[in-house]
């Protein structure tokens, strides 16, 4: 990879990252399990030929495939290419930090936040095995999360995984990782799928009080509520190919978090947690001032009272994540509120902006003021996830 020359509307502006994903190496819970549960924790088994993680033994939680669509020369594949694509052919910088930080500097990235892809984006995909290995299993995560934040040099930001399913350990799980220096949650974004509250109901109070007091955003990625990807094949035409398929599904995705950020705010528990921040990551920005518009508009028709409008809500407490809107988006973020957008690519998944991903969006940033584009692209997500400058304010004197 070759170094990137920033835009000059983005020189001076420090860029984080607020969406990437980081690929699990087939040892990180083995290298790290004690004998009585070695066997037990995710592992990646090569059985009838083909390699897939397991967990409890022989329990089958996929291909052992990458979810990085990054070869190892830099090229980007398309379509369904990465279930093929194993951890020896893909770039470096998908699971070593040493080579994602140089990625970062070369494209002009301070800081990034990162997210897991095995377990899903809410840590839903462990919920076949018993409640002693899925929290074993969610430990030995956050200590690899808190070794990876390390050893990035504080550029690297992993979100905290939550054993959700339990709400007494979860909090216990966030006080541990916030005094390791893991900055954010990443929560199941439908729990009720499962069996358990949803998350406007009292249940999920204690969480909600830690994370107000330390001060832990919550973020909900798309898809952090399913147990699979199949989404990717439904919907379209039975005519289309992989690549259709691919552009298909990701195009849909964002508006899962329509529903998402539509039943959080429909169930107003947010007006009684006021310190709380909920990001909605993955999911673009411009369709979310209709949204809200739609809320209020339904909410009044109903007689349904509240005390703080939709949109008050959105700008008192709630983040959004774009890569790739253009059309309308300093409005819309105006509209919405400046300190509530953060940007992102969603390195190195399928939809990521890649390669060039400052230059694709450099048009967006022209339409907004110098002071606009600092906190959209970067001073946001500084302030939002409480991120630690020094590992980075040399960039941009040097950008």
């Known amino acids: ?9 983005l020189q001076n502006v420090h860029v984080v990252d607020a969406d990437t994903h980081v690929t699990e190496v087939h040892d990180l819970w083995t290298s790290r399990a004690s004998a009585k549960y070695k066997d037990r924790v995710p592992q990646v088994k090569n059985v009838d030929g083909e390699l897939a993680w397991y967990i409890d033994g022989d329990y089958r939680m996929g291909p052992a495939m990458t ?10 594949g398309f379509g369904f290419d990465l279930t093929r694509m194993g951890i020896d052919d893909v770039y470096e910088g998908a699971f070593d930090m040493k080579a994602r930080v140089a990625y970062m500097d070369e494209v002009g990235f301070s800081a990034q936040i990162a997210y897991p892809n095995l377990l899903g984006f809410g840590n839903q995909k462990s919920m076949k095995v018993d409640p002693e290995l899925r929290l074993v299993t969610t430990q030995i995560f956050n200590d690899a999360s808190a070794e990876m934040q390390a050893e990035s040099g504080n550029r690297v930001f992993p979100m905290i995984l939550l054993p959700w399913w339990d709400v007494d350990a979860s909090v216990k799980e966030a006080e541990r990782c916030h005094a390791m220096g893991l900055r954010g949650i990443n929560l199941n974004s439908d729990p009720q799928i499962q069996g358990y509250p949803d998350l406007g109901q009292e249940h999920w109070n204690p969480l909600w009080e830690v994370c107000s007091a330390l001060d832990l955003p919550i973020n909900f990625h798309i898809g952090g509520g399913m147990e699979n990807s199949g989404w990717y094949g439904q919907g379209g035409w039975d005519t289309d190919d992989h690549r259709l398929k691919m552009a298909f599904g990701s195009s849909q995705m964002p508006l899962t978090n329509y529903r998402v950020l539509s039943n959080i705010i429909l169930s107003r528990f947010l007006e009684r947690w006021p310190k709380l921040k909920i990001v909605s990551v993955e999911s673009g920005v411009t369709w979310i001032p209709f949204m ?24 008192r407490q709630i983040y959004a994540c774009f890569w790739y809107d253009k059309v309308m988006l300093p409005e819309a973020a105006r509209h919405l509120g400046i300190d509530n957008i953060l940007y992102e690519t969603d390195f190195p998944h399928p939809t990521c902006a890649y390669p060039n991903a400052l230059e694709r969006i450099s048009s967006s940033a022209t339409g907004f003021t110098p002071e606009e584009r600092a906190k959209v692209f970067g001073d946001n997500a500084i302030k939002l996830y409480n991120l630690p400058t020094a590992g980075f304010d040399n960039m941009r004197k040097a950008a």
């Open 67 to 76: 979810s990085c669509c990054i070869r190892k020369d830099g090229s980007k």
């Open 292 to 315: 809200l518009e739609s809320l209020e508009y339904q909410m009044q028709d109903q007689e349904i009272k509240y005390e703080i409008s939709p949109l008050e809500i959105f700008r």
């Open 1 to 9: 990879m070759n170094a990137m020359v920033k835009p000059e509307n």
